[in-house]
């Protein structure tokens, strides 16, 4: 019983770490497909136990205006990356994250971490 046990905790394990790497594989893809600009940020939310994590990625171009965007939400292995095409032809000065994400606080703040750099510079 124990063994049986221990088999299916590591074959769950296994199959875990498979579809985290097809997680961050979708990512990674989506990141690469972007229209490259001038400035490329990423940006996620702090993380909770049992909240959905986001992970935000923004290109700008040299006047600083969204070319692109990826948003990638979600508590399981099986979220994907979707465009947020409300960000999009948006200068930075003009990008309130809580017009953008009315409802949503863990978007807000992962667009904040995205953008935060470019405003430092």
Request: aromatic letters at 8%.
């Amino acid at each position: 019983m124990t063994t049986t046990l221990i088999v299916i905790a590591i074959i769950a394990w296994c199959i875990q770490i498979i579809f985290s790497w097809l997680q961050i594989h979708r990512f990674n893809r989506a990141f690469l497909a972007m229209k490259q600009g001038t400035y490329l940020g990423i940006g996620r939310n702090k993380t909770m136990r049992f909240k959905p994590r986001v992970l935000i990625a923004i290109s700008l171009d040299e006047h600083q205006v969204v070319v692109d965007s990826v948003l990638m939400k979600g508590i399981t292995v099986f979220s994907l990356p979707k465009p947020i095409t409300q960000l999009h032809g948006l200068s930075v000065a003009d990008i309130i994250p809580n017009n953008i994400f009315p409802n949503d606080s863990a978007c807000q703040n992962a667009l904040v971490v995205a953008l935060s750099l470019k405003n430092n510079n």
